[in-house]
T-cell receptor, first 113, second 115 residues
């Protein structure tokens, strides 16, 4: 079945540091890949997505590239801010999964001033 | 524009009491609807999803149930709460199409504490 594995947190960085959160997936079909972000006490919201191999999703300075050869979708940001402190979820969806979205366990990010 | 509402925002209930959480969506028709639970420090667990009125699929056997009495209303219920039912409950919707790239839109969540 489909699954998503992302690096365990928490990740603690200083402001302006480079961020990478690793995500790998297993899927029987050709999934779409997503990163969602959850700020404290709130629901999740879509950060970025990519729908086919080699696509790059980007938003608010965050980027992730759909790598089919390594089945990965790592999240990166060149310079994090305190306001980026949140929990980040990698996710996938495909037709063989009945269009349900499978979420990773989430990675908590703390950014210190 | 579309909005999704959940209530109540927080709830403290004794073990063995009933539960009813409500979710409504505005500004769209025929959405797919989902209930997730997020335990403290954990990821999202899909509990139920629905592709139409009266159509409910259960992902995890447990003492919870879901109903969809109207197109844009999704209710999560329990007859008798357990301590393990504590968590953050999230409702979400997505556009019902044949595409796998549709994002899910989440509500603000309900924090349930069972004592």
């Amino acid at each position: 079945g489909n699954s998503v594995t992302q690096m365990e947190g928490p990740v603690t960085l200083s402001e302006e540091a480079f961020l990478t959160i690793n995500c790998t997936y297993t899927a029987t079909g050709y999934p779409s890949l997503f990163w969602y972000v959850q700020y404290p006490g709130e629901g999740l919201q879509l950060l970025l997505k990519a729908t086919k191999a080699d696509d790059k999703g980007s938003n608010k300075g965050f980027e992730a590239t759909y790598r089919k050869e390594t089945t990965s979708f790592h999240l990166e940001k060149g310079s994090v801010q305190v306001s980026d402190s949140a929990v980040y979820f990698c996710a996938l969806s495909d037709r063989t999964g009945g269009f349900k979205t499978i979420f990773g366990a989430g990675t908590r990010l703390f950014v210190k001033a | 524009s579309q909005t999704i509402h959940q209530w109540p925002a927080t709830l403290v209930q004794p073990v063995g009491s009933p539960l009813s959480l409500e979710c409504t969506v505005e500004g769209t028709s025929n959405p797919n609807l989902y209930w997730y639970r997020q335990a403290a420090g954990r990821g999202l667990q899909l509990l139920f999803y629905s592709v139409g009125i009266g159509q409910i699929s259960s992902e995890v056997p447990q003492n919870l149930s879901a109903s969809r009495p109207q197109d844009r209303q999704f209710i999560l219920s329990s007859k008798k709460l357990l301590l393990s039912d504590s968590g953050f409950y999230l409702c979400a919707w997505s556009v019902r199409t044949g595409n796998a790239d549709n994002e899910q839109f989440f509500g603000p969540g309900t924090r349930l504490t069972v004592l």
